[in-house]
């Protein structure tokens, strides 16, 4: 068949994208920028099935590029870690335009993945998760709709909050809400039931609630994760932490952004449990439970094969959709702080530093006042440092990165660029280049910084002088260091 995959290039989407063709099916991933789309992570026998198209479901002229023959689709799109105020217009103006396309077509099946939705009164973000689905039964098409509870799976939402809880907290204070009940599933078995609808007609015009093996409460959920991880934790709830107050606690100690963190806060006012199994007769599977779920995720980690994470979905309003054409830092109406270095060491193993900057490696230099950095960043409703990294020593186009985004990371030109999403008045590049230099090489380190008004030129004043020693040090280092 010839499936439609939307969200190819987001959480879910990327890991679901080779079981399809695996399955024999040839795919078309409509992406608004190819570059974010993994080429590189793909031979050409794999690539022989797949399509990338760019386009943008906000915007209906451009989906004119998108085939008319296919035979199915998945609906992967989801506006949740966005900062929008306005997220659920957002996402059913997107429904909208994908059901205008849908019905151009002969496909006979679209696949839905929303969340469990039981309740009479729901949070914000289910009942727009449930009016996408309405929207979406206005296509001509059969559709299949899972709705699922919190998903456990590495560079998962989810499991990097409760990581980020667990491991950096001993004790904490939480919320009543932490007493309501949910029933975590394996992103595993999320795979496995997104496979097993597509062309069952057992499944044509169902909703099926997914779960794990296991019904536990959030509070259950973070004492589990510590005894996987080996860690004593306590945990104290309290009745008077609102829903705003527990969303700011949320944002500043975690890698979460403010708007997840309330939009999954509201959530947990909700049960997310299952309540109709049949999915179990249609697609018959291995449920796995919450520690297992937890332990193959660790695994992953371990063996560094976290290939996609919802920090790296763009949050920043300011983002325009062609913002990782952006190949060069602007050169007019700018402040700069060059640093090169010359060196004699093999130019691989630099470029291996540069590309292993942030997340757990750190920055070469001053590690604590970057922290603060963040720290203050997070206080003024920036993304902070928490974020870290997909991968420890792989970077591509639209990567999160810290409090930066990868812009260009191309090894083969010794380039990589990173544009700030910090808050900051005004705009800010980081961009590393190796180049030869007689029988010797160079390391070019250039910050940019482009004001905006007086505030911004202030600003640059200001940090000035912690540049001049912590640029310096971190260039240094960087050709320096030697991994362990």
Request: hydrophobic content about 40%; overall charge neutral; glycine content about 6%.
């Amino acid at each position: 068949m010839k499936i439609l995959l939307t969200g190819s290039t987001g959480y879910i989407g990327r890991r679901l994208l080779p079981d399809i063709v695996e399955a024999g099916h040839q795919v078309v991933c409509p992406v608004r920028d190819k570059r974010r789309f993994d080429f590189d992570d793909f031979d050409d026998e794999f690539l022989n099935s797949v399509e990338v198209i760019e386009c943008d479901f906000l915007d209906l002229e451009s989906l004119e590029k998108l085939p008319k023959d296919i035979d199915a689709a998945y609906y992967l799109i989801h506006s949740l870690t966005s900062d929008s105020k306005e997220f659920s217009k957002l996402e059913a103006s997107t429904a909208e335009h994908f059901v205008n396309y849908i019905n151009s077509t002969k496909a006979v099946q679209v696949v839905y993945l929303g969340g469990i939705a039981n309740d009479e009164e729901l949070s914000d973000h289910l009942s727009s998760r449930q009016n996408v689905e309405e929207i979406l039964k206005n296509s001509n098409a059969k559709l299949t709709v899972l709705r699922s509870a919190i998903i456990i799976g590495s560079g998962g939402a989810s499991f990097e909050i409760i990581r980020d809880l667990v491991e950096k907290l001993p004790v904490m204070i939480a919320p009543k809400w932490l007493n309501s009940r949910c029933q975590p599933i394996g992103i595993y078995n999320v795979m496995q039931y997104l496979s097993g609808v597509l062309g069952n007609k057992k499944a044509y015009d169902k909703t099926f609630d997914i779960g794990g093996k296991d019904i536990l409460t959030y509070k259950e959920m973070l004492l589990q994760f510590a005894e996987v991880r080996g860690l004593k934790r306590y945990i104290l709830t309290v009745p008077v932490l609102t829903i705003k107050l527990s969303s700011l606690w949320l944002y500043l100690v975690t890698s979460t952004s403010y708007r997840l963190a309330r939009n999954l806060v509201d959530s947990m006012k909700n049960e997310v449990i299952v309540r109709d199994d049949s999915i179990e007769d249609v697609v018959p599977i291995e449920k796995l439970s919450y520690k297992e779920s937890l332990e193959r995720t660790f695994l992953r980690i371990d063996q560094k094969q976290v290939v996609s994470s919802w920090k790296d979905s763009f949050s920043n309003p300011n983002f325009s959709s062609t913002f990782l054409q952006q190949f060069e830092a602007p050169k007019h109406g700018c402040f700069k702080d060059h640093k090169n270095y010359t060196f004699d060491r093999d130019p691989k193993e630099v470029i291996e530093n540069v590309w292993a900057i942030g997340g757990d490696r750190g920055w070469y230099y001053g590690n604590f006042l970057w922290k603060i950095r963040g720290f203050l960043d997070k206080l003024v409703g920036g993304v902070g440092l928490r974020r870290g990294r997909r991968s420890p020593n792989d970077l591509k186009g639209g990567d999160a990165l810290d409090f930066w985004r990868v812009l260009y990371a191309n090894k083969e030109e010794c380039r990589l660029l990173l544009f700030a999403e910090m808050k900051l008045p005004g705009d800010a590049w980081l961009e590393f280049r190796i180049k030869p230099n007689g029988t010797k090489y160079c390391l070019i380190q250039t910050a940019t910084f482009r004001p905006l008004g007086l505030w911004g030129r202030l600003y640059w004043y200001l940090v000035f002088p912690f540049h001049g020693f912590i640029f310096k040090n971190m260039a240094k280092n960087i050709i320096s260091y030697q991994v362990k």
